[in-house]
């Protein structure tokens, strides 16, 4: 994968105002290849207020409105389809809250060289690099990246991460239009529906840092989708469906 080509970095916003104007310019500073979509749900917080006045100040950064909240999955493909219209050779999901680190989206590109899809991953070499995380969400996010694992027995550490960097042409070998899941189930659908087409995983250790400013999206209804989800990718990968 050639380390010029145009990379679109995907960052769905619902509500996040307060970490916008912090997060964008850190994304741009990675190089003049990296170009960002913010798709934004119609926050009633004014994010995507601020997501134009971004947008107008520089031309790498873009903007999707959508009339409501969603999803994230959905916001994903909406992100997905925009930048394959347009010729972006990497595509990349990262989180609005300043949790996944900027810095490492270079070398997300680069494991690309080597791998199709390029995994962020907070559980690999035997190690757990989150920061400023209740122990519950951290045996919750645990136990659910080893559920995922178990289930659908997926070749990475880090089922459930947000954070990855995909080739072009696994996304439309994916065939975005089939994807069904569509809170964070939807990282578990996406990576295995990669991996079932024919692309070789790769984990690239980051460190993932809990939020400062705004709400998590996390609930008991994304949860519950994401468990019985992952059933029913296994079964549609037993009937050769998937």
């Known amino acids: 994968m ?13 509500n996040e105002r307060e970490n916008l104007p912090r997060l ?22 004014g994010t995507g207020r601020i997501a134009d006045a971004l947008a107008a100040a ?32 990497i595509l990349i999901e990262m989180d609005a809250d300043l949790s996944h680190p900027p810095a490492m989206l270079p070398d997300l590109v680069g494991a690309l060289e080597e791998v199709e899809v390029a995994v962020g991953s907070r559980y690999v070499d ?22 995922a694992r178990a289930i659908t027995r997926l070749p990475v550490r880090d089922a459930t991460g947000g954070f990855n960097a995909f080739r072009s042409e696994v996304l439309r070998a994916v065939g975005l239009d089939r994807i069904e899941s569509n809170g964070y189930a939807f990282q578990i ?10 692309s070789n995983l790769g984990e690239v250790p980051i460190v993932f840092t809990e939020r400062e400013s705004g709400e998590s999206k996390m609930s008991g209804r994304i949860i519950r989708e994401a468990v019985w989800r992952v059933w029913k990718l296994r079964l549609l990968d037993l009937l050769g469906k998937l």
């Open 24 to 45: 964008l310019p850190q994304i741009l500073e990675q190089g003049s290849a990296f170009h960002i979509l913010v798709v934004d749900d119609n926050s009633p917080d």
């Open 58 to 89: 520089n031309d790498r950064i873009h903007v999707l409105h959508r009339p409501g909240k969603l999803g994230l999955g959905s916001a994903y493909v909406a992100g997905f389809r925009w930048g394959l219209e347009r010729e972006f050779e």
């Open 2 to 14: 050639n380390r010029r080509a145009r990379v679109l970095v995907v960052v769905p916003t619902y």
């Open 189 to 198: 659908e996406l990576k295995m529906r990669a991996w079932r087409a024919g």
């Open 126 to 147: 035997g190690r757990i690099t989150v920061v400023n995380w209740p122990l519950s969400r951290l045996v919750i996010s645990l136990f659910g990246s080893w559920y």
